[in-house]
């Protein structure tokens, strides 16, 4: 790095620039859609000179949509809070199990426990649609269809495997002769998990905290079969703007915006947590 | 304070015999070293007495209780771990404070306790420092005050100084014995290091393949291996190993060394005509001039000087190397031919199909671990 001509640099900077347009170009074109009016945005060719209007956003916010067929209501305010709920107390949830049960296959091997651990792993294999039918009739019967405590239950599938098998990992990259020196020196298993196991693997569930919930966040097919309009999420909702006298794409943009600020702030936020986590077995203890 | 107690301990893994059938007792106060190879078992027995692994079977008694059920956190020992496993998120001082915040100390009892044990291995300075910002010296001094600041006692230590530089290893090899005393613990000290051993141990337990080969003081160890494996591992340089067949005249029981009758003191009568081999430490041969009674003539090949006393290595004329050791300072051949003498005394006979020591005056009895 130290010895890097200008040629290099330059070249380096256009590659850079090039990937970064190529990767940033839909969130920017979509950032700009979201202040236009359906006319300015169907206009041909496109153009990236307009009037920006904060119409979409006003329409998203006060629920009124307004369609050449008239004024439509649309619950994305309501959306977007059930996005955050469902989101946030799934991940909630699962790491309140996924943690202690991660904890438990790292450092206790009994009988059948990579089996189970592996049982657990493979309900992200099945496709969400092989069990959506059988689980939607016995959400019905069981009185589940359509309640948040079913839909969080529903994304136990999402959330749970992957925060145990990512959780797993921090924990088993713990020397245990650091967890055997606090029993040694007088503390109970609970106190070594709480004192020493989990702040040592913390980095690591941040980091799978974080991807269980933008796997939650995003998820859309178990919300679309299993939740009605009250209780869905974004990206179900979105599906309301396409209109009988067209789409949106003017509300579609700014409501896409708007539902990735969260997962966007979160991630920025936890993105050193997420490279110390990937780093930390790199120092030794 | 308290005794230790191992009675018919085994430890498998898998179909693996870690330890097998092991007995020990370790007086109250006693420092007892466990030396052998890597995969002698000795860590696994720590391990045991500490709590953290249970035996398969066998009984382990600490002040003579029976701990062999109890978890670590109420058998009351403290351990130093090899590779230190301090805890890598908190201070030094926090680190040392670990067992007495498991005793529920107060604040200013906490801050006395660390302080004095910091001071007295010198890491007063760097109480406020992360693991991760401390020197290997460092870390180890932090690692043995975590297991001293509670006073258990019973003291683990589990070649603490295997992972710091010689130098320091070298003054902690001088430390250690007076600041154990000190403590009146019984100390189970682990080591691969033969000079560490004698230097520590009241006793010294030799591990090979899970069982104690031989047990006794340094003095004993050194001087009466109960093996060839055990002669060989104790001593630098390592002791001169030859084939030899004992005879009888006159005079005694005598081996054939380059032709020249060495008599041996010792009750070798057994011996006669059997296949043995002679363990001479290099220290018990020297250099005499031509004419002595049982010279052996000889060929400098090399010369190490090794600060306080030089070895050489010499050639006989069957072509059998040998080292000779002597105190730097004093004469002897630097070149050329020479004559060594052996010390009659100091020989030792082993057997050579099963490498155990012949004409044993101190018979060790290996399953109970015991001196008859």
Not at chain 1, 45 to 60: C, D, E, G, R, S
Not at chain 1, 180 to 189: E, F, P, Q, T, V
Not at chain 1, 209 to 224: D, E, H, M, T
Request: hydrophobic share 50%; glycine share 8%; proline share 5%.
């Amino acid at each position: 790095m130290e010895h890097t001509s200008l040629l290099e640099r330059i070249l380096r900077g256009i590659a850079l620039t090039l990937v970064v347009i190529f990767f940033m170009f839909p969130i920017v074109w979509i950032l700009m859609m979201s202040f236009q009016t359906n006319e300015t945005i169907l206009r041909i060719p496109p153009q990236l000179v307009f009037k920006p209007t904060l119409a979409n956003y006003t329409a998203l916010i006060t629920g009124k949509l307004t369609t050449a067929a008239g004024t439509l209501d649309i619950a994305f305010m309501r959306n977007l809070w059930n996005s955050v709920f469902l989101s946030v107390t799934s991940v909630a949830v699962a790491l309140l199990l996924g943690v202690p049960a991660a904890y438990a296959f790292a450092r206790h091997k009994f009988r059948g426990s990579e089996d189970i651990a592996f049982t657990l792993l493979s309900f992200r294999f099945a496709p969400a649609l092989l069990v959506l039918l059988p689980l939607t009739l016995y959400f019905q019967k069981l009185g589940l269809a359509n309640t948040y405590i079913g839909l969080i239950w529903v994304y136990q599938l999402i959330c749970l495997p992957l925060i145990l098998w990512i959780v797993r990992g921090y924990f088993e990259d713990i020397p245990a002769d650091i967890e055997y020196a606090y029993r040694i020196a007088g503390h109970s298993w609970f106190a070594t998990f709480r004192k020493i196991a989990l702040p040592l693997a913390g980095p690591g569930i941040a980091a799978a905290g974080l991807l269980a919930f933008i796997f939650a966040w995003n998820n859309f097919v178990f919300a679309l079969v299993l939740a009605s309009a009250d209780k869905q999420p974004v990206t179900v909702g979105a599906l309301a703007f396409i209109t009988s006298s067209g789409i949106q794409y003017g509300q579609i943009s700014a409501a896409i915006v708007l539902s990735i600020t969260p997962t966007l702030a979160l991630a920025l936020y936890a993105q050193r947590y997420l490279v110390e986590g990937l780093s930390l077995g790199a120092v030794k203890g | 304070m308290a005794s230790l107690e191992l009675r018919n301990v085994v430890k498998r893994y898998k179909s693996q015999t870690v330890l097998d059938n092991l007995s020990l007792t370790v007086a109250d106060g006693e420092t007892l070293v466990l030396f052998g190879p890597s995969g002698a078992g000795k860590t696994v027995l720590l391990r045991l007495v500490a709590g953290v692994i249970d035996p398969d079977e066998g009984k382990i008694f600490i002040g003579g209780e029976d701990m062999t059920d109890l978890d670590a956190e109420f058998r009351g020992v403290g351990m130093a771990f090899q590779n230190f496993a301090l805890f890598p998120h908190m201070t030094a001082f926090d680190n040392i404070a670990t067992p007495l915040q498991a005793k529920r100390s107060s604040q200013s009892a906490m801050k006395a306790g660390v302080e004095s044990v910091a001071k007295l291995l010198k890491i007063g300075h760097v109480l406020s420092h992360r693991p991760r910002a401390l020197s290997n010296g460092q870390k180890q001094r932090t690692a043995l005050a975590r297991a001293l600041v509670g006073s258990p006692p019973v003291l683990l230590l589990d070649d603490p100084l295997r992972n710091v530089d010689a130098k320091l290893r070298f003054e902690m090899r001088l430390e250690l014995p007076r600041l154990l005393a000190d403590r009146g613990a019984t100390v189970v000290y682990v080591t691969q290091d033969y000079k560490e051993a004698m230097a520590l141990g009241d006793r010294i337990a030799v591990m090979s393949q899970g069982v104690i080969k031989q047990l006794g003081t340094p003095e004993q160890i050194y001087r009466e291996p109960a093996n060839i494996e055990i002669a060989r591992l104790f001593g630098d340089p390592t002791i001169n190993l030859l084939d030899v067949k004992p005879s009888r005249d006159a005079k005694g029981i005598y081996v054939g060394l380059s032709n020249v009758q060495v008599h041996l003191t010792g009750a070798y009568d057994a011996t006669v005509g059997r296949d043995c081999v002679i363990g001479l430490r290099p220290e018990a041969l020297s250099f005499v001039d031509e004419g002595t009674p049982a010279a052996i003539p000889v060929t400098v090949e090399a010369e190490t000087p090794l600060n306080e006393k030089i070895v050489t290595l010499v050639r006989t004329v069957r072509g059998r190397e040998i080292l000779v050791s002597r105190p730097a300072g004093t004469p002897g051949q630097t070149e050329g031919r020479a004559h060594i003498a052996v010390d009659g005394k100091s020989a030792l006979l082993f057997d050579h199909a099963s490498g155990d020591r012949i004409g044993a005056r101190n018979v060790v009895n290996l399953r109970s671990g015991e001196a008859a």
